[in-house]
């Protein structure tokens, strides 16, 4: 028996073929598994199309492990190959005997066949020593066995078969420190491979599994014996290509948690089915709670990619933008570039049109949830808020389009959340901006001696709890023409102009104490002044500058020895408490006295900013001496 060798020669090209192309050896069965689907597209087609056609029998593929000769055997009862056939389409590396067939179509004639590259096939060589092919095609008599050990070459020879259809049979390799060949002997493990790479197939891939079965009468005690039965291992029908309305949303919960292993329901679903230049199904799920682990550096982002019911790609990163990255779900089109390995995608316009699409379908439902079910959006909010605002302060506020409608805060005004449209319509003709605090808590907020003069104006002002909010709003800068502003800024022009005068007299009456107490805190502040906000409490600290109070104590928890951005403080004293008062009488009789009730008040402004005393013994020491 001559021996052939590959039309596409070289040794390297065969290892290139093994070895590079594909990054995990278990793909090797979705690969075959695919072909055989292919065989059995090709057949059912020609059944339809063929008035002499014969009736056709179930058509399935099946997988036959044999642990005692170490093979692998996966058939179909398809269409068959010739001992042409299997010299083009297997002798020569890179010859897809599909793709030849699609374009032999007419235009009219379509068929959902992916294989277009026919370096498949190949793949068994990651796993396999030898594979042998035993093949009959469709409507003859005749049967051929190929045979071949890798790039040496191969042997065809007439055989017996009784079936069209074609067997493909892998010699596993022996097993090495590196690598276990014999799992994929293992039922469990072709059960979980199937189910996850072929699970959607849309032909029977069946295998003889071993179940328990209790073979006792009613009124015995249970009696369990192991019995050998076929079983289809996949599921063939995507949920997300049946009909909608055919399909429950207990149906869709019970596929999520199975799928994405989560204990809850999801809590939207949205199911998307989109014809036209690029046709694409797509079910996504928005889920009720954080998965384990969804804010760390380890948590990967990316729908399930699927090519006509064969998966693609696990996590495909390009499908959603990372501020959705909380989303999962599954994408399956025909319509793709794949590449050779059909493992990657090329970036091509194709997938950034769904991406965008999908985009937007996930916004438009998010902004549907918000005004139609707020209760449900609160439940989103808490589980995902931060991934939206990360999203537009992680860009400097590029998405911020895309994004700021999403945004939702507590406030001073409303119970519940409330978004920036809404406090915007709510803003009186002489309020000019929108005001924020900052604070750990929403009750720290409302307790803020900054927040009293805007509370006795009557403006409304956002609760800013989370540490990336100031970075939000520095981030927007406006929403619609409104300028997004701290309370203590110094442009918040709370005051009247009455007021404002006021203020002024009293800096300038007491400048000279101001001095003094900017002189007795060193470093720590960079100027004192008299407060436009403060009308019952005696003092807080606000910044001045880029950084803010909120962002250094966001910058000082970040891992690292090295300095940290901080706040230009500024500490301001209310002129009519009588905190500054008894300062204003120590500056001019008691000069050490004056400069402890400084630094007592500036300590006071520290805790009341959340930030930590350096010194807190000097502190106590301080009131004590009061007494």
């Known amino acids: 028996m001559e021996k052939k060798s590959f039309k596409a020669e070289s040794q390297r090209l065969m290892d290139l073929m093994i070895n590079s192309i594909y990054t995990h050896k278990e793909i090797f069965l979705r690969e075959i598994i695919s072909n055989a689907s292919d065989a059995l597209d090709k057949l059912h087609f020609i059944s339809l199309t063929d008035e002499n056609a014969e009736k056709l029998p179930e058509l399935y593929i099946q997988i036959f492990p044999d642990k005692e000769n170490r093979t692998l055997t996966v058939s179909d009862n398809g269409i068959g190959m010739t001992d042409t056939e299997l010299e083009e389409n297997l002798g020569t590396i890179a010859k897809s005997g599909s793709l030849q067939f699609k374009q032999e179509l007419s235009e009219n ?15 068994a060589f990651m796993v396999a020593d030898e594979v042998t092919v035993i093949s009959r095609k469709y409507n003859s008599d005749k049967a051929y066995v190929w045979k071949s050990q890798g790039a040496d070459g191969y042997t065809i020879e007439e055989t017996q078969k009784d079936t069209c259809g074609t067997e493909i049979i892998m010699h596993l390799r022996e097993d090495s420190e590196d690598e276990d060949y014999c799992q994929y002997l293992e039922t469990y493990k072709l059960q979980s491979l199937v189910k996850k790479y072929s699970d959607y197939i849309s032909y029977p891939i069946k295998m003889e599994v071993e179940t328990s079965v209790n073979t006792a009468k009613d009124d015995e005690e249970p009696k369990y014996e192991t019995v050998k039965e076929v079983k289809t291992l996949n599921s063939m029908v995507p949920i997300w290509r049946r009909n909608k309305n055919e399909v429950t949303q207990e149906e869709y919960n019970a596929y999520y948690k199975e799928k994405f292993m989560d204990m809850t329901d999801p809590l939207v679903t949205v199911n998307v089915s989109t014809d036209g230049m ?26 399930q990619l699927y090519s006509n019911g064969v998966m693609i790609m696990d996590k495909c990163e390009q499908l959603v933008p990372d501020y959705f990255r909380f989303v999962k779900g599954i994408v399956d089109s025909q319509d793709l570039s794949l590449n050779i390995s059909r493992e990657l995608l090329q970036h091509d316009r194709q997938l950034k049109i769904i991406a965008k699409n999908i985009e937007k379908k996930i916004k438009s439902e998010l902004t549907k949830l918000l005004k139609n079910s707020p209760e449900k959006y609160e439940t989103f909010w808490k589980a995902f808020g931060l991934q939206i605002k990360y999203g537009i302060a992680s860009s400097y506020g590029m998405n911020k389009d895309a994004l700021q409608d999403l945004l939702v805060f507590k406030s001073s005004k409303v119970d519940g959340y409330t978004t920036l449209a809404d406090y915007v319509s709510r803003m009186p003709e002489s309020q000019k901006y929108i005001y924020y605090a900052c604070g750990d808590t929403d009750e720290k907020i409302k307790a803020l001696p900054q927040t009293e003069l805007c509370k006795e104006k009557g403006y409304e002002f956002l609760y800013f709890t989370d540490e990336i909010d100031e970075f939000v709003a520095k981030s927007l800068i406006t929403y619609d023409n409104k300028t997004i502003i701290s309370i203590a800024s110094d442009m918040a022009e709370l005051q009247s102009d009455e007021e404002k005068q006021k203020t002024e007299q009293q800096s300038e009456e007491n400048k000279d104490i101001l001095d003094f107490i900017k002189e007795t805190l060193g470093g720590n502040v960079t100027k004192a002044v008299i407060s436009k906000n403060l009308k019952t409490h005696p003092v807080y600290l606000s910044s001045d500058g880029a950084v803010s109070i909120e962002m250094e104590k966001y910058f000082a928890q970040m891992p690292g020895d090295e300095p940290k951005p901080k706040a230009d403080k500024v500490l301001e004293l209310n002129a009519q408490h009588q905190a500054f008062q008894t300062l204003k009488e120590a500056y001019v009789n008691d000069k050490p006295k004056a400069e402890k009730l400084a630094k007592i008040l ?3 402004a520290l805790l009341i900013a959340g930030l930590p005393l350096e010194n807190p013994v000097e502190y106590c020491d301080l009131v004590c001496e009061l007494f």
């Open 109 to 123: 004639e379509k068929t959902d066949i992916i294989g277009q590259f026919g370096v498949g096939f190949y793949s």
């Open 278 to 303: 690029i046709s694409y199904k797509a079910l996504l799920f928005i889920p009720s709670v954080v998965p384990y682990g969804y804010y760390t550096k380890e948590a990967e982002k990316g729908l």
């Open 602 to 604: 500036y300590s006071q």
